[in-house]
């Protein structure tokens, strides 16, 4: 069931900063543009924004200043459409615990308007793989499987512009590869966000990235620039036995070899003894928050 042409689709946020009632500084002038069709990794520890970022993209939070457009209409004029054309995992998505995945999903497509609900529920249910469990309550289901019933309600009626918080979260690691490749088929016709604090569920399948850190964003990009950012930053040595020398290497990895303990690290500056290696996106990404 394959839409006609698409338009491409472009949302655009504007210096957006979020101040919560309690005082609390989550998102700061925020600037970026995101357009279909691409797969964008909102990467970032805990507490660095990425939900709040998100509420507000779905307008389930209003910005405390900036503004966000969707095809340069401002949102609070296109909520409405944008809800049509709208998918979206929240991290803290309750089940109701005591419906069969069928009803459930059911429920969510009436909530949504979706008029031919029959068939968005089984390609949903096809999607996420719970062809085994459409009349298993919820409450019977593995935390896996709950997560996989999130994504599916996400994904009733074919919505152009997914948004995802941590949808890997829970789901064993067989599962996270399957979905990582279901994203990025997923985003092929379409605009994906998700987010996570695992570097390894953006590596490869996201055309952009953007990592933001205490509400602000430290790089927008392709995945290849901000590893090339740390080329001369990522190096391996064999511990001293001591407190490193270099008070701003951050050690990576540790690993015990005939010859000692070989510790891989990022820095501005490397120790002497490191040798300098060429940095992977975990190291990147590392890189770029411990300057901060
Ligand atoms: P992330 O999704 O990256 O983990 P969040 O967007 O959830 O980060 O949170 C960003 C910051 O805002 C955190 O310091 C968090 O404690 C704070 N925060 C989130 N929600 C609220 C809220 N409803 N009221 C006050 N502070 C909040």
Partial sequence: MRSERKESMRIHLNHLNMIYPTGKLALKDISLTLESPSLVGLVGPNGAGKSTLMKL?????????????????????????????????????????????????????ALKGIRDSKAAIESAILATGLEEKRKARIKTLSGGQRQR??????????????ILDEPTVGLDPEERIRFRN????????????????????????????????????????????????????????????????????????????????LCRGVAEVLPQEARSVEPTLEDAYLYLITQE
């Fill in 57 to 109: 993209l779905v307008a389930g939070l209003l910005p405390t200043g900036g503004t966000i457009s969707v095809d340069d209409v401002p949102l609070s004029r296109c909520e409405k459409k944008l809800k049509e054309k709208l998918g979206y995992l929240p991290q803290d998505f309750g089940l109701y615990d005591e419906l069969t995945v069928r009803e459930f999903l059911d429920y969510m497509a």
């Fill in 149 to 162: 019933v999130g994504i599916a309600q996400a994904l009733l009626g074919t919505p152009e512009f997914l």
């Fill in 182 to 261: 279901f994203f990025s088929q997923t985003a092929q016709d379409k605009l994906v966000l998700l987010s996570t604090h695992i570097i390894e569920d953006v590596q490869s399948v996201c055309d952009r990235l953007i990592v933001i850190d205490r509400g602000q964003i430290l790089f927008i990009g392709r995945p290849e620039e901000l590893v090339l950012q740390a080329r001369g930053h990522v190096g391996v040595f064999l511990e001293q036995g001591g407190d490193e020398k270099t008070s701003a290497l951050r050690i990576i990895s540790r690993v015990n070899t005939a010859e000692g303990v």
